[in-house]
């Protein structure tokens, strides 16, 4: 029998969809690991600290959260209720998450301006 090698994005997508902290579910992403982790522990924890309603608190803890590890201009958007919504948005490459955990949707990102030349 001889063994394929696993194209290394395959092996990236199949980490990250199996990547949880608490029940989370990857959507989509193109954050390294190590952020994309930092952005699960960033929601598990605000899970831990503030009622499961409180989107407002859940939203401006993890922003500080990110503002804090690197640098200002994070974004964090959740939703209890619902799974549809409809966004457009610039960003700088590598710092886009959109997953799910527990009972909430977080979408997590670093704005640009729309003059900005990085997306």
């Keep these: 029998m001889r063994w394929k090698k696993v194209p290394k994005r395959l092996r990236e997508q199949k980490d990250q969809k199996e990547m949880q902290e608490g029940k989370a579910v990857i959507e989509d992403t193109d954050m390294p690991l190590k952020i994309l982790a930092q952005a699960l522990a960033s929601a598990s924890r605000a899970l831990d600290?503030?009622?499961?309603?409180?989107?407002i608190a859940f939203a401006a803890y993890i922003k500080k959260d990110f503002d804090k590890m690197h640098g200002p201009g994070w974004q964090c958007v959740d939703s209890v209720v619902g799974t549809n919504f409809s966004c457009f948005?610039?960003?700088?490459?590598?710092?886009?998450?959109?997953?799910?955990?527990?009972?909430?949707?977080?979408?997590?990102?670093?704005?640009i301006s729309s003059n900005s030349t990085s997306s």
């Design 49 to 55: 600290l503030y009622e499961v309603f409180d989107c």
């Design 89 to 111: 948005f610039n960003h700088f490459k590598g710092t886009f998450i959109y997953f799910a955990l527990e009972t909430l949707n977080f979408l997590i990102f670093k704005g």
